[in-house]
């Protein structure tokens, strides 16, 4: 946030030709039976904005109607306005942190021209009762600028910066939106990141079918290849004409594929916003490039799918063309030769790396070892899989006896083909079960450190994803409830020790060891108070700092605090971050940090 204030200072600066407050928080639209029209989640927000000084600044369109010039008025997001059924000069209801209130419709504004996620909400105030409804009576997200034609924008940003407080950055509108895009992206990358990996395990997946298909397929052609062989044919012509049909398999496949993908997209999304998820979704969106990166990835995938069975059935010899029998099995000590002299070649790499690397002798042998074993194991998995489903089918109780004796057989017999589709499952399952310890461990976790962390008997949450937060004169009013005891507020902030940047949490000094206990190295500090501060155990192996110690903690507005360590906490860090200091150490350094949520502990 910036202080409201620096507009004055902004206006006379040579170069700026208009200055406009802009306010941004969360703000909720109810409809007719009461319930919000989007409530606060990860990326679906009911977010309210105020209408600029300089309407040329707002890049909002209206379908009808126009922006609010009473306090009285509000504009809404065309969407919104759809599900709570009201129009232009109907009367709506809107909370925020600071003001609920009835205001009449003044217009409504184009959904896909808000910047927000699909499915989030727009509301737009009058700068005034903004303030009122944000409780943002001296702040602004920010303050924008239009320049005199002709200006240079990095001197009046330089002129801008000199009369602007510490921790207040002047860019220009690009660079801005920018910022707010890779804040967004950074939001999502936990569920990119699940998204990518599945991709890649359908790829997997979809790559071993495709060959073990194929190798079924070319199993049955061996015999026409040997004909085709047996005139004149080349191996060359066969490779070349199965790898032409495998490419225009992979390509028909891919064209179908991609409306295919569409329609499954489509029913995700509308899954997803039938289950009211936190996740956007803004309609499947199909470009050029990605049109053509999933043709790519389906012609490689196939291609190298392909690879290995087409191989294998353009070198059938010409003579099984004429033979009845089946060509003998070959025999195994050929494969069994190839795998150890490629562990043998990759052991000697290793050990060639490692002594390189500088590793002693020991570490040598066992970086070779632990090669040629990965090797052994890698060559002769096929056969393993093989072994092992083939005596689990003989064990299956499925009649009749003499079909699952042959089916044995048969898997004994094509080792690569059935570990190709053992290896899909096994892959499958393990992506899957793997995702799903992990999911179960870190709820586990954090469930876990909040029941040992906080002490408090009630939680009041402001559920705005740190968005908005709670009003300002929330925790002091929750002091004067009856039944109430002790009340602290939640906030967080961010700043630096010497070389370490470290995350922040400011608690009420006389209510902190009332609503929080964690862990202690050595004895637990009495209090906490406007010169201490309290620090992890990892915070302090890095800085060398330990009770009794005094530094200065740097903070994101450029002040600095110098706080004196009482306790090393042990536990609790991922909730507290490196640091807890009182909250007015906060609230002097940073004037804009919100409390995200409040810690009471009852009578």
């Known amino acids: 946030l910036v202080p409201s204030a620096l507009l004055e200072a902004t206006v006379g600066i040579p170069g700026v030709e ?43 369109e209206f379908t009808e109607g126009g922006p609010p010039r009473e306090p009285t008025e509000v504009a809404i997001d065309e969407r919104s306005a759809g599900v709570a059924g009201v129009g232009v000069g109907d009367e709506v209801t809107v909370a925020g942190k600071g003001k609920v209130g009835g205001y009449e419709v003044s217009g409504l504004v184009d959904s896909s021209a808000t910047g927000s996620g699909e499915g989030s909400s727009l509301l737009v105030l009058t700068t005034s009762e903004a303030r009122l409804v944000f409780d943002r009576p001296v702040d602004d997200n920010r303050i924008a600028l239009t320049l005199t034609p002709g200006a240079d924008i990095d001197e009046v940003a330089q002129r801008i910066s000199a009369v602007s407080p510490p921790g207040v950055i002047v860019v220009d509108n690009d660079t801005a939106a920018r910022h707010a895009q890779e804040s967004l992206t950074r939001s999502f ?18 790559m071993l079918t495709v060959a073990n298909s194929l190798g079924l397929l070319h199993a049955q052609r061996r015999r026409l290849f040997a004909s085709f062989r047996l005139v004149g044919a080349s191996v060359g012509q066969l490779r070349r004409a199965a790898f032409t049909e495998a490419g225009l398999l992979a390509l028909v496949s891919s064209l179908v594929g991609i409306p295919v993908g569409l329609f499954i997209a489509f029913g995700i999304e509308r899954a ?21 990166v999933a043709i790519g990835v389906g012609l490689v995938a196939t291609i190298v799918a392909a690879w290995r069975p087409v191989t294998s059935a353009c070198r059938v010899p010409p003579v099984e063309a ?83 004796r042959v089916a044995a057989r048969d898997v004994a017999r094509n ?6 589709t053992t290896a899909a499952v096994l892959l499958a399952a393990a992506v899957v079960s793997s995702l799903a310890v992990f999911l179960e461990s870190f709820t586990t976790s954090i469930d876990g450190a909040v029941d040992d962390l906080i002490v408090a008997d009630t939680v009041v949450d402001s559920e705005t994803f740190t968005r908005g937060g709670l009003p300002g004169d929330l925790v002091e009013q929750l002091g004067f409830v009856q039944g109430v005891d002790h009340v602290s507020g939640w906030q967080l902030g961010r700043g630096s020790i010497g070389d370490s940047g470290i995350r922040m949490t400011g608690l009420d000094g006389e209510s902190a060891l009332d609503v929080v206990s964690p862990q202690w190295w050595g004895t637990a500090p009495s209090g906490l108070d406007g010169g201490t501060m309290w620090i992890s155990a990892s915070l302090a192996e890095r800085t060398g700092l330990g009770v009794g110690d005094t530094a200065p903690v740097v903070f994101t507005s450029g002040g600095t605090e110098l706080l004196e360590v009482t306790g090393l906490y042990a536990t609790g860090e991922a909730l507290l971050g490196d640091m807890v200091t009182e909250r007015s150490v906060l609230t002097r350094q940073v004037p804009a940090t919100i409390d995200l949520a409040a810690l009471a502990v009852t009578d």
């Open 18 to 60: 208009s200055a406009s407050h802009r306010l941004e928080d969360t703000a909720l639209l109810f409809a007719e039976d009461g319930e919000p029209v989007v409530a606060p989640s990860l990326s679906e927000q009911p977010l309210g904005v105020n209408w600029p000084e300089d309407d040329a600044i707002s890049a909002l």
């Open 189 to 206: 990358s936990l569920v990119r990141a699940l998204v990518v990996g599945f991709g890649v395990l359908a790829l997997a997946v979809g």
């Open 272 to 292: 997803l916003g039938a289950l009211g998820t936190a996740l956007p979704t803004a309609g499947p969106v199909l470009t050029p490039r990605a049109a053509l």
């Open 322 to 404: 004429v033979s009845e029998a089946d060509p003998p099995p070959a025999k195994g000590w050929a494969g069994l030769a190839v795998v150890v002299g490629r562990s043998v070649v990759l052991a000697a790499l290793a050990m060639a790396v490692a002594l390189l690397a500088g590793m002693s002798i020991t570490g040598v042998a066992l970086a070779a070892v632990i090669t040629a074993a990965f090797v052994l194991l890698l060559g002769a998995s096929p056969w393993l899989l093989a072994q092992t489903v083939s005596g689990v089918m003989r064990l299956v109780p499925f009649r009749p006896r003499p079909l699952r």
């Open 415 to 420: 080792p690569r083909r059935t570990a190709s």
